[in-house]
C-alpha cells in the first residue's frame, strides 16, 4: 500500500510539472506572438533601406520616403553611340510598396518560426515591381527606332533595257528589344546607366545575289511585251520598256524577287487602256467661275486596277516569249474627289495686288495672256507654282509679242516683254496671302511702277517666280487686266483660300546709293535710247500676325544697279 501511495504521489507530481511547463511555454509563445505582433522582422531591409521593427504601415511609408526619388530617376541608356534616356513613370516601371513590405516578412503570424524572424531575424530583400509589360515593352522598342541601323537589301532596277544594281546589300545593327527590356528592369533602383545589346541584321538580299540575277532573271523579266486581256474591252500590250520603268527586283518572300511599283504601271499602261475605250476617271479641280472659284466634279471610270494587273504581270516574267495574261474591267475611282475638293476650304481672299502699266500694245497682249493663263491656278496643300511653267515658252507662234526687257544692264527687245508686270503682280499676292516664297528674282533695275524690293521679273532660261502652297487649304489664283491700249492699264491678282495670318510689309529701308555712269552716244542702227537710274540697296521684312501678335518675320534684301544714260546718235562736239 505504501508503494502504491508513492507511485501515485510522484505521477502527480510529474504531471503537475509538465502542466507547468505547458502553461510557462505556451505563455511565452503567446507573449512571444503580441510582441512580434505585425512588425517586419528586426534585421529586415528592402533596396537598402532598414525597415526592421515597424509596423506594415510606417514600413511602407519609410519606403516611400527613402525610395520615391530613386524611383522616379531616368535611367541611361546606352546603344553603340546613342545615349538614350529612359523615364521609369512613361516605361511602365514602379515600386509596389505593399508587396515590398510584405516579402520582407510583416504581418501578423501564429507560426513560431516566424515570430521568431520577426524578433530576432530579418534580412536584405530586393524591391518588389510593378512593371506595365506593354509599356516597357513600347518604350524600348521607340528608343530602339531611333538607333537601329537596318540591313540594307541589294536591289536591281534598270537603266533602259539593262539591268543594273541599284544597291548593294549591307549589314544592319538592331537593338535587341527582349534582352534590353530585361536589362532595364534589372538596372531599375540599383544604377542609373544600361547598355542596350546590340544584334547584326543580315540582308534579306544580299550583293552577290543581286549580281546573279542580272544575266538571268532580271533580263529576261524585259525580254519580250506581255498581251494583257482587259475583260471585253480588248488587248493591252505591255511593251518591254513600259515593265523596266515600273519593275525592281528586291526582297520577296525571303529572296530576290519582281516587285512592280504600281502608281508607275498605272502611268505606263494609262494610254494604251484608253485607246481601248475605257471611260477615265476624272479627278475633281477647284478653278475661277465668274466670280469666286467652283468645284469641277470628280467623275469614276473604268479601268484595271493596277496592283492586280502587276499581279498578273509577275508570272509572265520568267518567260523569254509567248507572254500573255488577263486582267478584268473594274471601276476605278478618281483620286481626288469632290469631298475632297470641298474640304480645302478655297473659301475667301486672303490676298491681292494690283499694278499699273504703260498702254503699249505689246503690254496689253503679253500681260493680259499671262493673266489668262495664270487665272484658274488651282495648288493643293504642298503643290509648288512655277510662273514659267504656267506660261510657258514665250514664241512668236504662241502669241507672245516682243517688247521691252532687261539684258545686262540694258534695255533690250524681247519676245514676251513686259510679263514681269504679271510676275511681280503675283509675287505681290502670294506675299500678302502668306505663302512660301521658294524663288524670285527682282529687276536689277528699279521701276517705279514696282513696290521697291518687292517685286519680281521673269526669263525663260535663267529666272523663275516659284512659291508653294505650304497651307493645309487649297489655294486658287485669280488673274484679270483693265484698260485699253493706249491708256495706262492695270493688272490684279487674287489668292482665294482660308486665311491664316495677316501680313504686313514693313517700311523698306534704302542704302548705298550709286550714281550712274557717263552718258553714252550710239549712233547704230539697233540704238535704244535709255535714261539715267541710280542704284542703291533695299531690305524690307514681311510680317507675319496673328490677331495682334506678330508671330513670325522674314527679311528680303536687294541691290538694284544703276544704269548708264544712251543717246541714239552722234555724240555732239561739245559734249
Not at 540582308?203 to 471585253?232: K, N
Not at 512668236?396 to 504679271?422: L, T
Not at 524670285?440 to 514696282?450: A, D, M, V
Not at 492699264?489 to 495670318?501: A, I, L, P, Q
Amino acid at each position: 500500500m505504501a508503494n502504491t501511495r508513492t507511485l501515485s504521489t510522484t505521477a502527480k507530481i510529474g504531471i503537475g510539472v509538465g502542466a507547468g511547463l505547458v502553461v510557462l511555454l505556451g505563455g511565452g509563445y503567446l507573449a512571444g506572438h503580441f510582441l512580434a505582433g505585425e512588425n517586419v522582422p528586426r534585421n529586415a531591409s528592402v533596396a537598402g533601406v532598414p525597415i526592421g521593427g515597424l509596423t506594415p504601415e510606417a514600413a511602407e511609408h519609410t519606403l516611400r520616403s527613402a525610395l520615391g526619388e530613386r524611383s522616379e530617376k531616368p535611367l541611361v541608356l546606352t546603344a553603340g553611340d546613342e545615349k538614350l534616356t529612359v523615364a521609369p513613370g512613361e516605361a511602365g516601371l514602379a515600386v509596389d510598396y505593399a508587396a515590398s513590405v510584405a516579402q520582407a516578412g510583416g504581418g501578423r503570424s501564429w507560426n513560431p518560426a516566424a515570430i521568431l524572424t520577426v524578433l530576432f531575424g530579418g534580412s536584405e530583400h530586393p524591391a518588389v515591381l510593378a512593371v506595365d509589360t506593354a509599356k516597357l515593352d513600347a518604350t524600348i522598342g521607340g528608343l530602339a527606332d531611333k538607333v537601329d541601323v537596318p540591313a540594307v537589301d541589294a536591289t536591281v532596277g534598270y537603266t533602259g533595257l539593262t539591268p543594273v544594281r541599284t544597291t548593294e546589300g549591307a549589314d544592319g545593327r538592331i537593338v535587341d528589344r527582349a534582352a534590353t527590356a530585361e536589362a532595364v528592369r534589372a538596372a531599375y533602383l540599383t544604377t542609373s546607366t544600361v547598355d542596350a545589346p546590340l544584334v547584326t541584321a543580315a540582308p534579306v538580299v544580299t550583293t552577290a545575289e543581286a549580281d546573279a540575277a542580272l544575266a538571268g532573271p532580271a533580263a529576261t523579266a524585259v525580254a519580250a511585251p506581255v498581251d494583257v486581256t482587259v475583260g471585253d474591252a480588248g488587248t493591252l500590250v505591255v511593251r518591254p520598256e513600259q515593265l523596266a520603268a515600273s519593275l525592281t527586283f528586291g526582297p520577296v518572300d525571303g529572296g530576290l524577287g519582281p516587285v512592280f511599283d504600281v502608281k508607275k504601271l498605272e502611268a505606263q499602261v494609262k494610254p494604251g487602256l484608253a485607246k481601248l475605250g475605257l471611260k477615265q476617271p476624272r479627278d475633281a479641280t477647284i478653278t475661277m467661275g465668274k466670280t469666286k472659284p467652283r468645284i469641277v466634279p470628280s467623275a469614276d471610270g473604268l479601268g484595271v486596277d493596277p496592283a492586280e494587273l502587276a499581279a498578273a504581270l509577275v508570272p509572265t516574267l520568267a518567260q523569254p516569249s509567248g507572254r500573255t495574261a488577263s486582267v478584268g474591267v473594274s471601276a476605278r475611282p478618281a483620286s481626288f474627289t469632290t469631298a475632297d475638293a470641298e474640304k480645302l476650304g478655297v473659301k475667301k481672299v486672303i490676298g491681292k495686288f494690283t499694278t499699273y502699266f504703260p498702254g503699249t500694245a505689246y503690254r496689253y497682249n503679253n500681260i493680259g495672256k499671262a493673266a489668262k493663263l495664270i487665272n484658274g491656278t488651282f495648288l493643293k496643300p504642298g503643290e509648288v507654282f512655277s510662273m514659267n511653267k504656267t506660261l510657258g515658252k514665250r514664241t512668236k507662234k504662241a502669241g507672245w509679242m516682243a517688247g521691252g526687257a532687261i539684258d545686262g544692264g540694258k534695255i533690250v527687245e524681247r519676245q514676251g516683254g513686259g510679263i514681269s508686270q504679271a510676275t511681280t503682280t503675283t509675287f505681290n499676292a502670294i506675299y500678302f496671302a502668306g505663302l512660301e516664297d521658294i524663288y524670285h528674282k527682282p529687276h536689277s533695275l528699279y521701276f517705279n511702277r514696282y513696290p521697291v524690293g518687292r517685286e519680281a521679273t521673269l526669263d525663260w532660261v535663267s529666272v523663275d517666280m516659284k512659291f508653294r502652297n505650304d497651307s493645309p487649304y487649297g489655294v486658287v489664283l485669280q488673274a484679270w487686266i483693265t484698260g485699253r491700249p493706249g491708256t495706262t492699264g492695270s493688272v490684279t491678282v487674287r489668292v482665294w483660300s482660308t486665311k491664316r495670318y495677316t501680313i504686313k510689309a514693313s517700311k523698306p529701308v534704302l542704302s548705298n546709293y550709286r550714281a550712274p555712269g557717263k552718258t553714252v552716244y550710239d549712233d547704230s542702227p539697233g540704238c535704244i535710247p535709255q535714261s539715267a537710274m541710280t542704284g542703291f540697296d533695299v531690305h524690307h521684312y514681311r510680317l507675319f500676325y496673328k490677331g495682334d501678335k506678330l508671330v513670325k518675320k522674314e527679311r528680303f534684301n536687294w541691290r538694284y544697279n544703276s544704269l548708264t544714260p544712251v543717246v541714239c546718235g552722234k555724240k555732239p562736239a561739245d559734249a
